[in-house]
């Protein structure tokens, strides 16, 4: 009898292990993600007087301009943060992981420390140094070769600019960290073999170094492209709600403007399920990509 | 000696580089820090600058971060604080159990739940912006530490992190403390969650500092100004009718005073911690 009720209660001991993430997953992922779906058919005055409209908000979404800006902002959020957040980090991975190199532990804390600010400090001090006046940070350093006052956070280019500038300064030594990490699990015996065949550094880094961090690089990217779809502090920060010709405006903005400000619950809840099928199709063609990676490699 | 020679270049030309980018990156602070001191005239008529000037520079700012509309910093101060020491002590309890349930157990439904966490840490947690706060405001947790802390407190991260750690932990220890007698739980709190104390360090710092650095959330369950966590605090004080810019840079210098001394202490936890839910992931 005694044993019995000892493999019971090893049975039940992994579900009451798991029961956190079951109850929160149920409570505030699952019911608000049904609720989502279903407030997205719905115009929603008030929590309590709504009613079904069918696809209404889903025609609205297509038929907004503003949801296209924000994507296509997304997008070439991603694009650029990939472009310099992917061969810089690696670079410097590369040759801090280098023998001889005085002070590592120093350097790697240096890059590390701007991530641990909040990006609404980031935020702040990025706008100031962004001014449109003359004394703005930028523009004084322009001036120094004879161009500017530039409205930085007015146009499109620019304001771009200065999103990607934060993200840069914020993920630089993360993402190095990474690849740190990659490159201190490549065998020196690899580097050592190709100083026999007469490699250079260059093409050490570019046969040797780049195919082994291909995993990494492929998490990176991932994470990177995930916090461009959820971007929004940095925005917020920068211009409200509301940016001129939408150059700040994101998904998120969306949500939240469509919520918050307009008080059109509905619609904020389409714009959550359509960003909720972006991510998921990303993500499939993704892990589609890294299949094919893995197969070539 | 030629190879001595061109590696001692080699070396020097990566450090200038690495010296040039480790400059760039603590311009930031440096304006930061000296704009702190200086009066919010000052920084208006000549913006953002490096110019030190020690007669125009004073500790005005800080001071006012104690007199600006009775202090209110320091309840944005207190708010963040309250909030991110119980969400890091509730997110490290309650994933480190589900990482280890999913790992050490085998049972019906574990690839299933598995699963739903992998799906978890993909979908960005905005989607759910107004249906959470819906529920939120319904269960009348509006303007409350539990509307802003309870929907966080199970990440799916910390638990994937959690569940990595714990595969490379071996199920012996529990085997054989079953035959001596050990309840399942005794097992977890007594034997693995000493043996899991780097995956905590890590988790710790890194639970700590989203928690602290959190915006949009507290932002929008923290409606009254006392009610202000430090970042939505911070923002507040930029709006035009406010006249608060004082608080400005003191306030952001002072609010990266705490998570910076958490980093410095435990550093070496935070980036191996960092480290290993990147690589194995």
């Known amino acids: 009898m005694q044993s019995k009720r000892k493999i019971d209660w090893q049975k039940i001991a992994p579900y009451l292990f798991v029961s956190p993430f079951i109850i929160s997953f149920l409570v505030f992922s699952l019911y608000p993600f049904i609720n989502a779906i279903i407030m997205s058919f719905q115009q929603v005055n008030g929590f309590n007087d709504a009613k079904f409209i069918g696809f209404a908000n889903y025609k609205q979404m297509f038929n907004d301009g503003d949801f296209y800006a924000a994507l296509w902002n997304v997008v070439r959020y991603g694009f650029w943060t990939i472009l310099i957040l992917i061969p810089l980090p690696m670079l410097l991975a590369y040759l801090m992981n280098q023998k001889g190199i005085p002070f590592k532990g120093f350097f790697r804390s240096v890059y590390f420390v701007p991530v641990l600010t909040s990006s609404v400090v980031a935020g702040l001090i990025f706008k100031y140094a962004f001014s449109s006046e003359k004394t703005g940070v930028f523009n004084v350093w322009l001036s120094h070769i004879g161009v500017g006052p530039v409205d930085w956070l007015n146009s499109s280019g620019t304001a771009m600019f200065a999103l990607v500038v934060i993200a840069v300064w914020r993920w630089l030594g993360v993402n190095m960290i990474y690849f740190l990490s990659g490159l201190q699990g490549i065998s020196p015996e690899l580097y050592e073999s190709a100083d026999m065949d007469g490699a250079n550094g260059f093409q050490k880094f570019w046969y040797v170094t780049i195919p082994l961090l291909k995993p990494i690089t492929i998490y990176v990217l991932t994470i990177s492209i995930m916090a461009g779809f959820s971007l929004f502090n940095e925005t917020y920060v920068y211009w409200g709600a509301q940016s001129p010709n939408n150059v700040g405006t994101t998904l998120v903005t969306l949500i939240y403007k469509a919520a918050f400000t307009n008080g059109n619950f509905g619609y904020s809840c389409t714009l959550g399920v359509a960003l909720f099928v972006i991510v998921v199709v990303v993500n499939a063609i993704q892990t589609r990509a890294m299949g094919l990676f893995s197969d070539e490699g | 000696m030629g190879q001595k020679a061109s590696s001692r270049l080699r070396i020097t030309l990566s450090l200038i580089l690495m010296i040039f980018l480790a400059v760039l990156v603590m311009i930031p602070f440096y304006f930061m820090i000296v704009s702190s001191f200086k009066s919010v005239a000052d920084i208006f008529s000549n913006g953002l600058n490096v110019d030190i000037n020690f007669s125009k520079m004073s500790l005005h700012s800080y001071e006012t971060l104690w007199t600006n509309r009775n202090g209110i910093y320091w309840s944005w101060f207190k708010n963040s604080l309250i909030i991110t020491v119980l969400e890091t002590v509730l997110v490290l309890l309650f994933t480190s159990m589900v990482g280890y349930g999913l790992a050490l157990y085998d049972f019906k439904g574990k690839t299933t739940i598995f699963a739903v966490v992998l799906i978890m840490m993909m979908v960005p947690s905005s989607i759910l912006l107004l249906p959470l706060y819906k529920e939120v405001s319904q269960l009348g947790l509006m303007n409350t530490y539990a509307g802003v802390i309870l929907p966080a407190i199970v990440p799916a ?19 054989s403390a079953r ?74 210098v002072m609010s990266i005073i705490p998570i910076l001394v958490v980093f410095v202490l435990n550093q070496n936890q935070f980036i191996e911690g960092l480290t290993v839910g990147g690589v194995k992931g």
């Open chain 2, 179 to 252: 035959i001596d007698g050990a309840g399942e739980f005794r097992i977890f709190w007594q034997i693995y969650v000493p043996l899991m104390r780097p995956a905590f360090g890590a988790m710790t710092i890194l639970t700590t500092m989203n928690a602290w650095n959190d915006f949009l959330w507290p932002m929008i369950v923290m409606k009254s100004d006392t009610n202000f966590v430090l970042p939505a605090g911070l923002m507040s004080a930029m709006t035009p009718y406010g006249n608060n810019y004082d608080l400005l840079f003191a306030g952001s």
């Open chain 2, 157 to 175: 991260s910390s638990i994937f992190f959690f569940r990595q750690f714990c595969m490379g932990l071996s199920k012996e220890f529990a085997e």
